[in-house]
């Protein structure tokens, strides 16, 4: 931000001593970042944050000298001669996109004369480097210099049918700035139009087509408040930055739109005549109320860690602009301060306007120890597991194109959520898994390095209600996209039950899933709690992995991280260890196709209870000519231990007794001898 030492002297009473000046601007925040010698004036450079809005004109500079020297801040107040004519004769507004246009005003002046600006106004818009175009031009940019708020002037004659239409920009269409490029605009945009084209881009430039020259004689004086987020998109995408975008990306003032559209209609009539219509168009007129802030002495020698008079915190924050409240210590935040929303935010503007440097060093600030959350350890868990299995982390956005989005869904098969605007080119939904992001970075790998990379992702996903009354849940999960096989993911899923102690044995559910292999998804769950589905494992078909050029196989997985952690047990526990030797056995079966391992387990585990130390699959045999079609073999291991003797051969064999008949009686499972 750029500012004149003669113009900022309008305003406030200057110190003599400019260096000082600077230094202490910067030690309240902001910045200097050099000084330049402008014949009997200075062009000082400050360093404005992007919190600081209020900053961006000489008078917000102004406050903050006058709050740090307690000297009085002078603010013009414009008044106008309004005309016999009524503004509703003149012109009419139609504000149809809110969301990006909260207020829009508007005023007429008539019978101006274009020409050349005094020597005062040209010289403090060339102190901060503003160029120089007419008298009308340059009046709106004093007033934005001035003031931080953003101007816009039209010729009122090239205006169609007197009407002004704020609405989004149509597919297709395009804007000749006054810059006289040719611009494309889309729907994301915010445009200011008349009855049949667009005649600007909303907080960015004006169009040609509209602009003042010499033959103006009515002008139509613009003052709005548009998001920072419409407008700092249009400028990037359009690549098309001006000082009226870089002031709405940080936020204007909206209690000084119509006193910046005042003072502007009063400098036009004092430099280039006319008469200013009666009244204003004003499409949101009332302004909402900001909420008050509390601030506690006791939390500002907490955090400052040093005592600071009742009576110089309240007149530090009443020269600020904020109001005090009809409770202890409350206090209303200014207009222009976006920024002052919480405690913490009124502790920083005391300390910064006190002075950073009357804080001691040795400042008795107490610190308390901290442990880490639940959460936080268990992510450290599951993190050093997947990459120890060789998976890359990686990030990415939490919306999606409706392509990506309806690819592959496992959790749900509801709509998504949708945002309002698109927070990504294109991309409107909030994503319901977060296999599909992970599938498209692994393409892009593919694509750009000819790398197979291996993922994981934790991040939430947003999963729509039941019925239209329900709110959405916002879920925590783990994505895992790799090009292993199907049991070796399997085992990794398996090896983070392990490290986050969780003891159940993995259970796995055959389902149905677009996108998916049919066979090869499974809905995981944990052994004894069957109801609660944990996450989803699968192949994803070859069909699917085509829309992303991707090599098959493709196996991924995605895992419901609150019912992992409900489930785990993060601190080791002390287990009794038997000192007494083990019994091991090895069991032949012959059973059906369709019985799977984790039935199998299941069984051999409840025949035997706590005397089973441990059971272990070996391998499978098929001979349909033997055996009989849709039949095989499962070789496994079981382990037999007591905890307060030694087993006994009768002992054992009457517990593999046990499991024979269990598996006989349950799964029609045979023992080969």
């Not at 002004?164 to 200011?192: F, K, N, Q, W």
């Not at 309002?420 to 393409?443: F, V």
Request: glycine share 6%; aromatic share 6%.
């Amino acid at each position: 931000m750029l500012v004149s030492w003669k113009w900022l002297s309008r305003y406030v009473d200057l110190p003599s001593d400019r260096v000082q000046l600077e230094q202490r601007l910067a030690l309240s925040g902001l910045n200097h970042e050099s000084t330049e010698a402008i014949g009997d004036d200075f062009r000082i450079d400050l360093e404005v944050t992007s919190n600081r809005g209020d900053c961006l004109g000489h008078i917000g500079v102004a406050r903050e000298i006058s709050v740090l020297y307690q000297t009085p801040l002078r603010t013009p107040e414009p008044t106008l001669k309004p005309s016999a004519t009524h503004v509703d004769q003149l012109l009419s507004v139609d504000n149809q996109y809110i969301d990006a246009c909260p207020r829009y005003t508007a005023r007429v002046i008539q019978g101006v004369k274009i020409g050349s600006s005094p020597d005062w106004i040209v010289a403090a818009l060339k102190a901060v480097n503003i160029g120089i175009v007419n008298n009308v031009v340059d009046i709106t940019n004093y007033v934005m210099m001035e003031c931080g708020q953003p101007l816009h002037a039209f010729d009122h004659a090239k205006i169609n049918d007197q009407k002004i239409i704020v609405r989004p920009a149509r597919s297709g269409e395009t804007i000749t700035a006054i810059d006289h490029h040719e611009y494309a605009l889309d729907e994301s945009m915010c445009v200011i139009a008349d009855a049949k084209v667009a005649t600007a881009v909303a907080g960015v430039m004006g169009g040609a087509d509209s602009e003042i020259d010499e033959n103006t004689t009515d002008i139509v004086l613009e003052a709005a408040d548009f998001t920072p987020l419409i407008v700092r998109r249009a400028a990037r995408s359009l690549k098309l930055h001006s000082p009226s975008s870089f002031r709405f990306e940080r936020r204007v003032d909206p209690a000084r739109i119509d006193w910046a559209s005042r003072r502007a209609c009063e400098l036009i009539c004092e430099i280039a005549g006319g008469q200013v219509a009666d009244g204003v168009i004003d499409t949101a007129p009332e302004l909402p109320p900001r909420t008050p802030v509390v601030l506690r002495l006791s939390q500002l020698k907490r955090i400052l860690g040093i005592e600071i008079p009742p009576e110089t915190v309240s007149r530090i924050l009443t020269d600020l602009g904020c109001t005090p409240g009809d409770a202890p210590g409350e206090y209303l935040p200014p207009t222009w301060r976006h920024d002052l929303t919480r405690e913490p935010d009124l502790i920083e503007e005391v300390a910064r306007i006190h002075g950073y440097d009357k804080i001691p060093e040795d400042a008795p600030i107490p610190v308390a120890p901290s442990s880490k959350r639940v959460f936080d350890s268990a992510m450290e868990r599951a993190r050093g597991v997947m990459t120890a299995a060789g998976l890359s982390e990686a990030m990415t956005p939490s919306v999606v194109t409706v392509n990506l989005d309806e690819s592959l869904s496992p959790w749900t098969d509801r709509p998504a959520l949708q945002t309002q605007t698109a927070m990504l080119k294109g991309a409107k939904s909030l994503r319901r898994t977060l296999i599909p992001s992970l599938l498209q970075a692994r393409a892009n790998n593919w694509a750009w390095a000819s790398i197979a990379a291996n993922l994981f992702e934790i991040a939430h996903i947003y999963l729509p209600g039941k019925t239209s009354e329900d709110l959405p849940e916002e879920l925590y999960t783990l994505a895992i996209v790799s090009g292993q096989d199907f049991f070796v993911v399997k085992g990794v899923i398996e090896k983070l039950l392990q490290s986050m102690g969780i003891h159940q044995t993995l259970s796995v559910q055959p389902v149905e899933r677009p996108g998916f292999i049919p066979g090869q998804i499974v809905q995981l769950a944990l052994q004894g709690d069957a109801e609660n589905t944990i996450g989803y494992l699968g192949t994803v078909a070859p069909k699917t992995l085509k829309r992303w050029k991707l090599p098959e196989p493709v196996c991924v997985a995605e895992l419901s991280l609150p019912a992992l952690i409900q489930r785990s047990q993060l601190v080791p526990q002390q287990q009794l260890v038997s000192m007494f030797p083990t019994v091991q056995r090895d069991l032949n079966f012959i059973m059906s196709e369709s019985v799977r391992w984790s039935e199998l387990e299941s069984v051999v585990r409840s025949a035997v209870g706590t005397q089973l130390s441990d059971v272990a699959y070996r391998e499978t045999y098929r001979d349909a000519e033997r055996d009989g079609k849709d039949r095989k073999r499962v070789l496994l291991s079981v382990e037999l231990q007591k905890d307060d003797g030694t087993l006994s051969g009768d002992e054992a064999d009457a517990l593999i007794q046990s499991i024979i008949g269990a598996c006989k009686d349950k799964l029609s499972a045979e023992l080969l001898s």
